[in-house]
């Protein structure tokens, strides 16, 4: 409100300063020739008329670009500000059920299977901050483009397999329907570890972002030059204004569907990163709020990969 109140005022300044010089200009005219005849001629007119318009608009640029500066800043201060909050409470959560858990086989008498679902939780609690604690690092880094990679020969169907078995107490626990769709199992060099944390990241947001029951269908295909994998889940969706920011650092996605849901903004942006240095494409598709999404990892065939 204060930018627009500067910029109108400004405009309004101008807009009265050039309306008095035009009617006041044969009054000034009639004075200057009592003066000095040649003090004002029609060329030094016009010429002090666009000095003071130049002028003008060079303030009002000026005021502009602070702004746009400003704004971003405030932006970059605010989503830092929510990355704080939100990877506190990431943290204090798994934490806080370790250490029940824990005081809860210390202090009291436990059957063998109750000891077992306990470091179940423990361990699926572990991984959560582990994961988050990848993030946080990867983020860190000044240039996550510039990651070294630590490529060997991967087979993708079967590593598809291995993480989709990892993440089954959370799908149970959700009561989520996974279906894995393997149309081929080509054998890709990529760093293992790091395109682990691509498909942690968008299972996990599958599993977030949904309500419980849903089904999500994750399909690998080839298409052109590239094999895909998609990750189809019947979520929340997305709007069209989200499409382009999910996968900006910090950035979550604000609704009444989405306010409580936990997370620390990082997890898409790093996965993107990853795609990228893989010379593979990360993008999302959503037909709306409520429709669900397909975010789809492309790694392009030309690296090297056999059926």
């Known amino acids: 409100m204060v930018f627009i109140g500067v910029q109108i005022a400004w405009i309004v300044l101008m807009a009265v300063w050039i309306n008095w010089y035009l009617e ?3 009054s000034i005219q009639k ?3 009592k003066l000095r005849p040649d003090l004002f001629t029609a060329e030094v007119e016009w010429l002090i008329l666009f000095e003071g318009c130049f002028l003008m608009l060079l303030i009002l640029s000026g005021v502009y670009v602070i702004f746009v500066y400003w704004n971003k800043q405030n932006r970059l201060n605010q989503m830092q500000s929510n990355f704080v909050s939100s990877v506190s409470h990431e943290l204090k959560s798994p934490l806080a059920s370790i250490q ?3 005081e809860t086989l210390k202090y009291q008498d436990v059957s063998k299977e109750e000891t077992k679902d306990f470091i179940e939780i423990m361990l699926s609690d572990t991984a959560r901050l582990s994961g988050l604690i990848e993030n946080i690092l990867q983020s860190s880094k000044t240039d996550p483009k510039s990651m070294e990679l630590q490529t060997q020969k991967v087979d993708l169907g079967q590593f598809l397999s291995e993480v989709v078995k990892d993440h089954k107490r959370q799908f149970e626990e959700k009561k989520c329907e996974v279906k894995l769709q393997l149309e081929a199992s080509p054998i890709v060099t990529v760093d293992k570890k790091a395109l682990q944390i691509v498909f942690n990241n968008l299972i996990g947001n599958a599993l977030r972002y949904s309500p ?3 089904s999500l269908k994750i399909h690998l295909h080839r298409m052109g030059r ?9 979520g929340f969706g997305f709007d069209k204004k989200d499409l382009n920011r999910v996968f900006k650092k910090f950035y979550r ?3 009444e569907d989405t306010q409580n849901i936990e997370g620390a903004g990082l997890g898409l942006f790093i996965s993107r990163e990853i795609v990228k240095n893989h010379k593979g494409r990360l993008r999302v598709m959503s037909s709306g709020r409520g429709q669900g999404s397909v975010f789809t990892v492309s790694l392009p065939v030309s690296r090297g990969l056999t059926v």
């Open 31 to 33: 004075f200057a020739q």
């Open 24 to 26: 006041n200009n044969l």
């Open 253 to 255: 996605v604000q609704n």
């Open 226 to 234: 590239f094999w895909d994998v998609d990750f189809a889940d019947k």
């Open 100 to 102: 029940l858990y824990l």
């Open 212 to 214: 419980s029951g849903s």
